[in-house]
């Protein structure tokens, strides 16, 4: 590379940073401020946010960092076939995804910016194997959207309005569709390797297979371990809500949080939107799944509210910060 183009990636990695940390701090903050009842369920939570309520708190920012843990362990897992990153680097990776991710539909650009942090050559691979990782969790939320909205047609269907004003039939069909989605979405996602070499024969995608090969090597074990991150994180989400429930006077049976979340997560996959922007939708679809069991509105608004500032807007502020730090090349060599 002559000095000239050396000159303008330095004036580039100066102002990529600067740029992006602008835009998505801007971004965030306008979001925030356009939230509905915002007002109200601030006020609410900083009055329950007292005392011995701390704790819970605390507790819910601890969920929120075992999420950070797994996802950065998982991201080293999808990258070590190509480089070994080391754990601080896969934590801004990480943090750096959820800051771009937000901004994004259903946080599509979240692989590509945790791809910022591997070297120069490994940057395309590497968002190509973070949206594999994307794929593994859409498969953790679609099966246990499925499995709960079954559960909540043969048990829970006397507490459903939606659901008895509709045929059986016609739910029961709707349920059987997504499951034969789901299965051939399986077929495909286990069989990776071979959906790689094929595209690699077709004659626009050949010249460059270079990006592809290395998702070739996923083993049907190595493609079981993603899936067991995203089981962890439900797991840790899960518990987060049952705390949050607890801090604003919210009772509902453990399990029925557990059921009724995955019902929710899998519904908010189903409609494209930035996370920055479906705290509207969430608080209406969590009014409508929660508010069967609990008549309490305003503490199921507070709690999905604070779930949604400690594992939405806390990473993805810290990953602002962290895209200061971002460059267009790291001028090292590739593996």
Not at 31 to 49: A, F, R, T, V, Y
Request: with cysteine; hydrophobic share 55%; charged share 15%.
């Amino acid at each position: 590379m002559g000095l000239m183009g050396k000159k303008y990636l330095k004036i580039g990695n100066a102002i990529l940073g600067p740029v992006l940390f602008v835009w998505l701090s801007f971004a965030i903050y306008r979001q925030i401020e356009m939230q509905p009842d915002l007002k109200q369920s601030w006020q609410s939570i900083k009055s329950n946010l007292q005392g011995n309520n701390l704790w819970f708190f605390f507790l819910l920012l601890l969920g929120m960092c075992v999420n950070v843990f797994l996802d950065a362990a998982r991201w080293r897992f999808l990258v070590k076939k190509m480089e070994v990153i080391n754990w601080p680097n896969a934590f801004k990776a990480v943090l750096t995804g959820h800051a771009v991710g937000i901004s994004t539909i259903n946080h599509l650009g979240d692989p590509l910016a945790k791809a910022a942090y591997l070297e120069d050559g490994n940057r395309i691979r590497g968002a190509l194997m973070g949206f594999l990782g994307f794929i593994s969790h859409l498969m953790v939320v679609s099966l246990l959207g499925i499995l709960s909205l079954l559960y909540m047609r043969f048990f829970l269907h006397t507490n459903m309005p939606v659901i008895n004003e509709i045929p059986h039939f016609v739910v029961d069909s709707i349920i059987y569709a997504l499951t034969a989605g789901w299965l051939l979405f399986a077929l495909f996602y286990f069989r990776v390797s071979g959906v790689v070499r094929w595209l690699e024969q077709i004659k626009w995608v050949r010249p460059y297979q270079y990006f592809l090969e290395k998702m070739e090597s996923y083993t049907m074990l190595e493609l079981n371990q993603l899936l067991y991150y995203s089981f962890a994180r439900f797991a840790v989400m899960g518990l987060q809500f049952i705390l949050a429930f607890y801090l604003f006077d919210v009772f509902i049976h453990p399990w029925y949080v557990f059921v009724l979340l995955a019902a929710m997560m899998f519904s908010l996959t189903l409609v494209p939107s930035m996370a920055l922007a479906d705290i509207g939708i969430r608080g209406k679809v969590s009014l409508y799944l929660f508010g069967l069991y609990s008549a309490n509105s305003l503490g199921i608004l507070s709690a999905v509210g604070i779930m949604w500032l400690v594992n939405v807007i806390l990473p993805a502020v810290l990953g602002t910060v962290l895209i200061l730090s971002i460059k267009i090349t790291r001028q090292k060599k590739a593996t």
